[in-house]
């Protein structure tokens, strides 16, 4: 699972288009990075980029960027609305995918230090970067900004973290470090009143609303022993909000950030909005995405509401995102392009899925063609996700039929493991022939003197340990999904036994097939400790799916009874 990280900095130029387009044009050049969305502002003189990428790809071009905006921006000359201390202002990392908030501090750490040590720029960690507290919040590094930081990092209290601790007239200094996504996000209201927006938003937000004597709106403010306003918290932890009217589609929003959605996520808050609307006699009509947002929340948001409905949760990827945009009325103002808006999906190659994305015909004559590929590893893996899609669906239809509504949440479960299997073997299918076309690449490189044929034979041998590991993911996935098939032959709904039956047959060919490429490309592989582990251990797997096939087939068999 590939980790992503976004990376959110801010210049302070937002004017001179050119010189922007410099920066960003740094950011593109480096391999696995993707410019999602630059968004310069005059009156602020401040431009926002977004890219996102993998982990070392992101912080080799958010240090081309700095550097880069420190050798075009000069801070004496800059003026703008926005507070500001450096060319590169601030600069977030932000976990994405498959990354914790502490993996990504120290990648932010390492992207600090070089920029302290190779730019010679005072670097300021914050936020989960930070280990001191005290100064981890952006506002306090930056209080006194551009102008009052000549004195400021003369501090003992403000030395830098990393770079020297004195400060550069031109290029200021910059802040480094990672936080959460920030999800900004609004709900629709069928109401023009802003008033009655603010009072759900209030209801709702994090810092509530200041508490008052009598009525609400015009009592008299309390106060603590300190004279200071008591507040009453809302109900959303993590959430800030506030109601507004847009004017351009005649309806009153409550305008929400989601600051932390691992703790408030966006279909909580947009339930919780639902149920304080509904007590103010207001209905809420649907919502609005601004920005991005990771797959993992519009799954998350899926399963939310078909666990609501008690239906099954082991449905496609597609579908989950489907039920997220239906059920939270994310199309209500604007098309909701899932390819657009969510940032796994802006990262996906074409290459990647070239073979899964092809109608079932033209896979068929693509498998026919004269070329190679794909060949029977590809179809071993196809195979088996067909297998583990029949499992899926016995459980769903288990889940759902009428008089075993008790059980749905048991077959929802095996049809989520069906489901996970069914994913992972449908991308082995092109990973199966990428691995193939690795090898021919290998041969085709040039053997004319001795460093070329280094060159060659180190790339051919790591070419062909993939084409082995490939196929023997296929074994182990195609495997594990007779697990699922077993129960489903077991308990599942008689109706589909034969379904069980025929998902059975689909494993053990998927196991079996997927050997054979196993052993085929283990006879070219010179490191024969690895090739006799995987041999001996794709044996035993081959004859554990023999044995269990047998198992399976004699329970439908003798459920089918003919």
Known sequence: MQQIIECVPNFSEGRNIDLINQITGVIESVDGVRLLHVDPGKATNRTVVTFVGTPEAVVNAAFLAIQKAGELIDMSTHSGEHPRMGATDVCPLIPIANISMEETARWATKLAERVGNDLKLPVYLY???????????????????????????????????????????????????????????????????????????????????????????????????????????????????????????????????????????????????????????????????????????????????????????????????RIAILSMGLDELSAFKPEERIIEYMLREKADSKLVSMTLSDFADETASESPAPGGGSIAAYTGALGASLACMVANLSAHKKGWDERWKEFSGWAEKAEAIKSELIKLVDADTKAFNLIMSAFSLPKATEEEKAIRSREIGEAT??????????????????????????????????????????????????????RINAAGYNDKKFTEAVISEGKQLENKTIALEAEILKIVNEKIGV
């Open 465 to 518: 340990r993939h084409a082995i590991e490939i196929p023997f993911q296929v074994m182990k996935k195609s495997f594990e999904s007779m697990s699922v098939i077993k129960a489903m032959a077991d308990i599942g709904n008689p109706n589909s036994i034969s379904d069980a039956g025929v998902a059975a047959l689909c494993a053990r060919g998927a196991v079996m097939g997927a050997f054979m490429n196993v």
């Open 127 to 321: 936020e989960a970067a930070q280990p001191k507290k005290e100064r981890s919040n952006l506002s306090v590094i930056r209080a006194g900004e551009y102008e009052g930081f000549f004195e400021k990092i003369k501090l003992p209290q403000w030395k830098p973290d990393f770079g020297p601790a004195a400060f550069d007239a031109k290029r200021g200094a910059t802040v480094i470090g990672a936080r959460d996504f920030l999800v900004a996000y609004n709900v629709n209201l069928n109401t023009t009143s802003v008033r009655r927006a603010n009072s759900i938003a209030f209801d709702v937000r994090e810092a509530g609303r200041v508490k008052r004597e009598g009525d609400p709106v015009t009592g008299k403010i309390v106060t603590d022993k300190d004279n200071k306003p008591v507040s009453i918290p809302g109900t959303l932890k993590s959430v800030k909000a506030i109601g507004w009217y847009i004017e351009e589609y005649g309806v009153a929003q409550i305008s929400m950030n989601l600051t932390n959605i691992n703790i408030t996520p966006m279909h909580i808050a947009f339930d919780e909005v639902c149920k304080k609307a509904t007590e103010r006699g207001i209905r809420v009509t649907g919502s609005e995405l601004v920005g991005l947002i990771p797959l993992s929340s519009m799954l998350e948001a899926g399963k939310y509401f078909l666990n609501k409905q008690k239906r099954s949760t082991g449905v496609s990827e597609k579908e989950l995102v």
